[in-house]
Every structure is written in C-alpha cells, then in structure tokens.
C-alpha cells in the first residue's frame, strides 16, 4: 500500500512535529502536567496556541520524501524558536466533553492508562513505589503539555504556569528540562546525553515517507544501504491512518461530544499517535558507586550495552559505523562484546530476536518506538541554570501508533523478560525492579555473573497521551455544535 506524494504533503500539515524531530534545537523548555478545571475556557486557550502558530506541523521541520530527491538538502526549513505540543489522556478528553465513538472506540490501554494498578502489574512497575502523578485516579494527569524554546527566545505568556487558571486549567506538575545536557545548537547535528553520562538518543527508526536529514544520509553512507535500512520502519507504526508494517492503515478512532453522541469526527485519529510518558528518577551516585566496586571492567557500559560516547560495544573494533550500523546476531550472537543483557540489546535487540538476521530485522520493525524524551531537572530548577551533574533523570517520552504492540511489548517482553535473550531470571540491569536481579556478562572461557543489583532508577509516574493532528486539535478548540 503506497501514498502518493500529494497524500504525504498534506499529511505533513496536520500531524504535529514531535513525530519529527526532538527539536534538540531548542534546548530550554518544560513538561507541563494539567487538569481541566473549565472545558470551555480551556477549548479557548487551545484556539489560542493554534492561532498564533505555537503547535507545529511536521511539514514545518522536515519534508516528504521524494524517491530520487538528494537527501542532503532534507531538513532545509525557516528555523522555529519556540514550539508546543498538546496530548490528552483519555481522562483528558473526557473532561473536555468528549466520549469515544461507539463504533470505533480508543483501545483499551489507552482507555484504561498506564497508572491503573492491574497495568502498572503488567509493566512489571514496582508495587511499593507511589507514583506522584498518573493518567488516572484523582492525580490524574488531562494534558502533558511539551513546551520548548531557543536560548534567546521569549516564551509565550500562554504557557506561563501562574497564568493557566485563568485558562481554566489547574496546574497539577511542573518538570522543567535541562539544557545544559544537549549540544549547543551551533552544531551541525545537536545531540543529547543522559545524567548516568551516556550520549542519548541513538538508533532511532526514520518513518517512511519522511525525507531523511543530512545526518541520516551521512549514515547510510557509513553503514550501508543493507542496515541502514534496518531502521527504515513504515509512517504507520507511529502516525495513525497510515500503512504500518502489515501493510495496512494503523487503526484510527473516533469521538463525538457527548452532548451531541450522534455527530462523531470518525476521525479524529487520522495523523495522531499515542505517546507513553514515564517520568523516571536516575540514581546517579548509587550508579557510580556499584561501577567502581564491581570487579568486572566497565561494568557500566556492559549493562548499558554502549560506550559512554554512543559507540556500540557489539560493532566490531575499530568499525567506522559503531553508533548504528551493526546487527547482533550477524556480528555478536554470543555476546562477548556486548551482553546479551545490556539495556540497549533488550529495548532494540535488531536481528537477534529470530534464526535469522532477516527474518528478526522485520520481526522488530514491529515493535519500534519514536523516542522524543528529555533530561528533567527539580521544579525548582526554574530559578537558576541547570548544569549537567544537576539532572535529575529522564522525561522518556514515546510515540507509536499500538501501545500494546510496540511500548508495552517492549516493556514486558524485552526490558523486563527474564528470559530475554536465552538468559535465566535477569531484567534490563538498568530498568529493572526486582531486587534480586542479576546481570551475565558473557566471555570465554567462562563468562560471570554480577548481582543482585541495586535499583539504578525509579519510574516516579507515567501515562498514555494521545498527540492528535492539527485538525482534531481544531474539532477540539470548536467545541460541541450550538444545537447541542
């Protein structure tokens, strides 16, 4: 099933441009987390951000790809200095005024969130840690709120926290970013690290039908053109009405008001994505300390499965393509270079996950995540500079068009599959929750195994958003016809 060029340009004016880009450009910025107090003044203050052009369109950042078009010239767009992003739980759109379309309804984990204690078993969350905010319950969360700008940009007033009861909406969190751990923008290609020092933000899939940016094609020259495409994954597997994988269009629902149910947007999903929020605490000194006390050589990049310059351990020394073109059962099935374990092995194992190396790069092209998230700092943090030491953990934040296919299966079945990878009782060493984890570090003759592990990081709350495109955000600001 093939879109044609005409189809991808208008779709590109109507998703919003997360799906495109992290906007690392813009390093300040902040998550805000709100509840609806008053649907109609905060249907108001949505008109409001669309009509001054705070929430971006993909087609502002990156282009259609056109077959035969040079790549180099990809991400060629007017430079952008502040940029928003609206996502509703569905609790959200309920407080809004709105109900799902009786005959295409949102799928069960989005209507039932991420908080609800029978999913947060699921994910294999931790049962004794009180999470500050969620999708449900009375600390439910109705919109998360991406806000980013330039370092020398004035942000918009309409996001200002102290004015946002006056938009009827209560201000619920506050988590602000923390510039200081992305590159300057000077730079070509502005990348990001995480707070245990690691650079962050690798191995992303490119979405068919989106043109790739300069540094994609420097890439795909280094890697070459075989596993370069191993990170070619359908517009569909991210962007809803779109053909994913199975070569079908990703299923769209629909929603009505409630004071009008016989009316619905059927679709109202068309260009959107769901987005799953974790808000997880990093244990920096307590990461460092079990480094230097394990008795196994750079322990912290074997359970990260990476250098701390991004360089993947599983690409053979020396290689020219060590940040993304390798394969792990074509270059490392044992893992003696990188554990069979490491965290960046289990949240994308590649080829590893069948006998073959073909066969498992389109296995997991089924369960690939667009990852948009941040380093976050204390509220606090507001008030003075943030400096890289300070980060607190990581906003993860991820786009994909089936929650139980793609973010749930990888959190179940690959972070914390305890036989992940032929291996016996083990988690992510880095995610995982159990306390009495252990990590294998393979070697010949014999390899070793570490553990029980301390908890390097703690998921403090999370949700499941959904990002509409820019015509459902419109149906949203409308609100429900006069009639009703």
């Known amino acids: 099933m093939s879109q044609t060029h005409h189809d991808l340009e208008q779709a590109f004016g109507d998703i919003q441009a997360l799906v495109g880009t992290g906007f690392t450009r813009l390093r300040q910025g902040h998550y805000l987390l709100l509840q609806v107090a008053d649907a109609v003044l905060a249907r108001q203050w949505i008109s409001e951000l669309l009509a001054q052009g705070l929430v971006r369109a993909l087609g502002e950042v990156r ?8 790549p180099a010239t990809a991400d060629t767009r007017r430079p952008i200095d502040e940029s928003v992003t609206l996502t509703f739980s569905h609790a959200g759109l309920s407080a809004l005024g709105m ?36 999708d449900t319950d009375r600390k439910a969360i109705h919109l998360l709120v991406a806000h980013f700008w330039a370092d020398d940009a004035e942000p918009s007033r309409l996001l200002d926290p102290g004015l946002l009861a006056d938009r009827g909406l209560v201000k619920m969190h506050r988590v602000p970013t923390c ?24 191995s992303q899939p490119l979405p068919s039908g989106i043109a790739w940016s300069q540094a994609e094609w420097r890439a795909r020259r280094q890697a070459g053109k075989t596993l370069f495409n191993d990170r070619r994954v359908a517009l569909g597997e991210f962007v809803l009405g779109h053909p994913n994988e199975y070569r079908e269009k990703a299923y769209c629902p629909g929603l009505a008001w ?23 605490e990093q244990h920096v000194a307590v990461f460092e300390a079990f480094a230097r006390s394990c008795p196994v050589p750079d322990i912290a990049e074997r359970m990260m499965g990476r250098r701390k310059n991004g360089h993947a351990l599983a690409a053979a020394p020396g290689s020219q393509t060590g940040l993304d073109g390798f394969r792990y059962l074509q270059d490392d099935a044992d893992g003696f270079r990188c554990p069979r374990g490491a965290h960046v092995r289990r949240a994308n194992p590649r080829d590893a ?37 300070q980060g607190k953990g990581l906003m993860f934040v991820a786009l994909n068009a089936d929650l139980d296919r793609q973010f749930e299966f990888i959190q179940r079945s690959w972070i914390g599959g305890p036989r992940f990878g032929g291996l016996s009782d083990e988690q992510d060493p880095i995610l995982g929750t159990s306390p009495d984890r252990a990590f294998t570090v393979q070697g010949l003759p014999v390899g070793m195994r ?11 709350g999370g949700g499941y958003f959904f990002l509409p495109g820019l015509a459902a955000l419109k149906f949203i600001a409308a609100g429900p016809p006069a009639s009703a």
Not at 63 to 70: D, S, W
Not at 450 to 460: A, K, N, Q, S
Request: hydrophobic content about 30%; glycine content about 10%; overall charge negative.
């Open 450 to 460: 570490v553990g029980p592990l301390p908890r390097f990081t703690t998921v403090l």
């Open 258 to 280: 409630a004071s009008a149910p016989t009316a619905p947007c059927v679709d109202f999903g068309r260009n959107g994505s769901y987005m799953a929020v974790r808000q997880i």
């Open 63 to 70: 282009r259609p790809h056109i077959p035969g078009e040079a």
């Open 353 to 389: 996950v069948a006998s073959s190396p073909e066969e498992g790069v389109t296995s997991s092209r089924l369960h690939r995540l667009l990852r948009r998230g941040r380093v976050y700092a204390d509220e606090g943090a507001a008030s003075s500079p943030c400096e890289v030491g």
């Open 179 to 202: 510039p200081a751990y992305i590159d300057p923008p000077t730079q070509e290609d502005p990348g990001s690290r995480e707070p245990f020092g690691f650079r962050d933000g690798l």
């Open 99 to 134: 109900t799902d379309d009786l005959d295409r309804p949102f799928p069960s984990a989005f209507r039932g969130g991420m908080a609800e204690p029978s999913r947060r078993e699921l994910l294999d969350d931790d049962k004794t840690t009180a999470w500050y905010w969620g």
